[in-house]
């Protein structure tokens, strides 16, 4: 079976511009997580989709934003970019549950996006 | 919040030298824990998990047991390899399915 898998690996970008990552889930996956990679703050979980519907967001400002589709693949956007945008940002996909009682739901992830803003 | 430690690194051993990597948590409730592996240039592989106490986690010699009296999920392998330096991150699942990471640890392994 397919791993996760993430495109475009590399992006260079200008500040002010915007940017679109996208993520390919494990097929049968139904659930997508995006975590930010820094040297400074490490990994960050960013948001999480479930059935086309953001289920969870992390503490990052508006111009971060994302989407999944009836396929379950899913994309980030970042707009209005910031030197400080430059990151790994990864991907990570897992069965899910449609709620109910809590069950421990094993991430796999990607290779990651890496983003450079200039 | 919840939140992970690990122990600083870099961690420097000597080939076929024991590994320990120290983890420790605080979360409300049990979470599940898990411990990530990054080479460099990758993404995040799961290495291991354990989804309540006294579980061990195992894989590809590497181990660790889910300690909740002491909150912790240490790392172990008994005989390390130049193939195994990387970053090594700590993880817990929080209630809401996210993964809170600690900092990362590298190895390095010298033939």
């Known amino acids: 079976k397919a791993g996760v898998t993430q495109t475009p690996r590399y992006l260079i970008k200008t500040r002010g511009q915007q940017v679109t990552l996208s993520c390919s889930p494990i097929?049968?996956?139904?659930?997508v997580s995006w975590y930010q990679q820094t040297p400074g703050q490490g990994l960050q979980f960013l948001f999480e989709y479930f059935s086309e519907t953001q289920r969870n967001k992390g503490n990052f400002p508006g111009r971060f934003s994302g989407r999944q589709f009836s396929n379950s693949r899913s994309e980030m956007n970042v707009s209005t970019l910031e030197l400080g945008d430059s990151a790994l940002y990864l991907c990570?996909?897992?069965?899910?549950?449609?709620?109910?009682?809590?069950?421990?739901?094993?991430?796999?992830f990607g290779p990651g996006t890496r983003l450079t803003v200039l | 919040g919840d939140s992970v430690t690990q122990m600083e690194g870099p961690v420097t051993l000597s080939e076929e030298a024991f590994l320990t990597i120290n983890c420790t948590y605080t979360a409300t409730g049990y979470p599940s824990l898990f411990w990530y592996v990054q080479y460099p240039g990758e993404g995040l592989q799961l290495l291991l998990k354990?989804?309540?106490?006294?579980d061990k986690g195992s894989n590809k010699g590497f181990e660790a047991t889910y300690r909740k009296e002491t909150t912790s999920f240490h790392l172990e392998k008994g005989s390390v390899q130049v193939s195994d330096s990387a970053v090594y991150f700590c993880a817990l699942m929080d209630s809401s399915y996210k993964l809170i990471f600690g900092s990362g640890t590298r190895l390095l392994v010298r033939p």
């Open positions: 354990a989804t309540k106490a006294d």
């Open positions: 097929s049968g996956h139904r659930s």
């Open positions: 990570a996909s897992s069965l899910a549950t449609s709620g109910g009682a809590f069950v421990t739901d094993t991430q796999y």
